[in-house]
């Protein structure tokens, strides 16, 4: 059964959360009330230990537009910066819980709605979404997008998308490295569900240094990374976890895991 928020809908489905934007109206822009109940959200689900994986959605025609314009005219530069903060806290917020969240986009994915996308860990897209970045043709740029592009696909491919501003389709999403997979439309919701079991059988300690490592280690100054990954591996090599996946080889079963 769904729990209905104001501008969301969660949907248990172990080992996973389904968080559905829902402002089907506006098809699922974000605007400042859906940024700011999505972050705690994810918050929220990310802290309880059932769930192994957060998955995103959109309800209606599309996955998002991208920002709420509406909400953005008139505005002067101080209250535009307020809006890109809450949106900058809960793309940081997407990197920072511990679980994966897999975006499971359909229909579009534009301006905020691609960076959504490409902040996303994973992201499993039917075959009709198409997405873009498309600032540039209204006299804007897509500024906190395009980092968010640059950083899931080459230079050149990222460079296309910000300048052209032109859409691309759900297979040339996957084949620059935007998606991880293109599935029947209808079917990214259940896709990603079943990425997500596939995520969980996995020990969970590992995942949450895993995600950690991925999501910051490229980041790293250089003349730090050993001594941060090796913080990030001593409690995960130590562990009773640890200890089962071994034994677990060992005697051919399925490990047990204690997350400890």
Known sequence: MAETLEYLLVHDAPPAAVITLDRPQTLNALSTGLMTELTSELERQAARP??????????????????????????????ERDIFAVCNRLMATIQAVP????AAPHGIATAAGCQLVATCDLAIASDDCRFATSGVKYGLFCSTPGVAVARNVSRKHAMEMLLTGDPIDAARAAEIGLVNHVVDDGQARDKAIELAERIAANGPLGLIATKQIAAGGADWPADQRWDRMAAAMAPVFGSEDAREGARAFAEKRPPIWQGR
Do not use: T
């Not at 957060?54 to 909400?71: N, P």
């Open 50 to 79: 059932e769930v192994r994986a957060i998955v995103l959605k959109g309800a209606g025609r599309a996955f998002s537009a991208g920002h709420d314009l509406k909400e953005m005219q008139d505005r002067s530069l101080d209250e």
């Open 99 to 102: 679980v994966p969240v897999i």
